[in-house]
T-cell receptor
Framework: QKEVEQDPGPLSVPEGAIVSLNCTYS??????FMWYRQYSRKGPELLMY????GNKEDGRFTAQVDKSSKYISLFIRDSQPSDSATYLC?????????????FGKGTRLSVIA | DAGITQSPRHKVTETGTPVTLRCHQT?????MYWYRQDPGHGLRLIHY???????DKGEVSDGYSVSRSKTEDFLLTLESATSSQTSVYFC?????????????FGQGTRLTVV
């Protein structure tokens, strides 16, 4: 079993829809959770960062962590065509650069105008 | 964008030749990472550095070596390129994450081994 599982999609939604992206993980030591957005032929860019369980909101984006279920989510409200990208979840067990991030494989999202 | 520059951005090389990719940062961040990204595999860590001359192996380090002689530069060398090393290579940097500063990525190097 991979440490981090993420449905690769593709996921296609109409403009204005609420999008739900998810990852599951197996390592209970993970405490720091991130979402990256990657446009085609570009490097990943950090979108959201959360520590431990709970929610974090930033504009149209909400990140949720449920450590008891080993499940994290990213919600995008009022989705826009500019949100079309691949979304990568990432996580690590400690807040140290010596503990590199473990990534999911990414979910490809298309928002149709 | 964080101050990360990868060079070259594109390269085609022949099997068996050595190849060096460069990552240069202007952020003075302590940690630097090399990842490769392949369809169906996502991002996989090759090597990382936690200081000048301090490096460690990642998940897929076989066939690769790295060097970091200055804070700002992290070199990835394919000692004898093989077709399985055709990939997109990303460099990332991270500061001492007291506040959870996470990795910032470069724009990638697209390498083709023929």
């Amino acid at each position: 079993q991979k440490e981090v599982e993420q449905d690769p999609g593709p996921l296609s939604v109409p403009e204005g829809a609420i999008v739900s992206l998810n990852c599951t993980y197996s390592n209970s030591a993970f405490q720091y959770f991130m979402w990256y957005r990657q446009y085609s032929r570009k490097g990943p860019e950090l979108l959201m960062y959360t520590y431990s369980s709970g929610n974090k909101e930033d504009g149209r984006f909400t990140a949720q962590v449920d450590k008891s279920s080993k499940y994290i989510s990213l919600f995008i409200r009022d989705s826009q065509p500019s949100d079309s990208a691949t979304y990568l979840c990432a996580m690590r067990g400690s807040n140290s650069g010596n503990t590199p991030l473990v990534f999911g494989k990414g979910t490809r999202l298309s928002v149709i105008a | 964008d964080a101050g990360i520059t990868q060079s070259p951005r594109h390269k085609v090389t022949e099997t068996g030749t050595p190849v060096t990719l460069r990552c240069h940062q202007t952020e003075n961040h302590r940690y630097m990472y090399w990842y490769r990204q392949d369809p169906g595999h996502g991002l996989r860590l090759i090597h990382y550095s936690y200081g000048v001359k301090d490096t460690d192996k990642g998940e897929v380090s076989d066939g690769y070596s790295v060097s970091r002689s200055k804070t700002e530069d992290f070199l990835l060398t394919l000692e004898s390129a093989t077709s399985s090393q055709t990939s997109v290579y990303f460099c990332a940097i991270s500061d001492s994450p007291k506040t959870g500063t996470e990795a910032f990525f470069g724009q990638g190097t697209r390498l083709t081994v023929v």
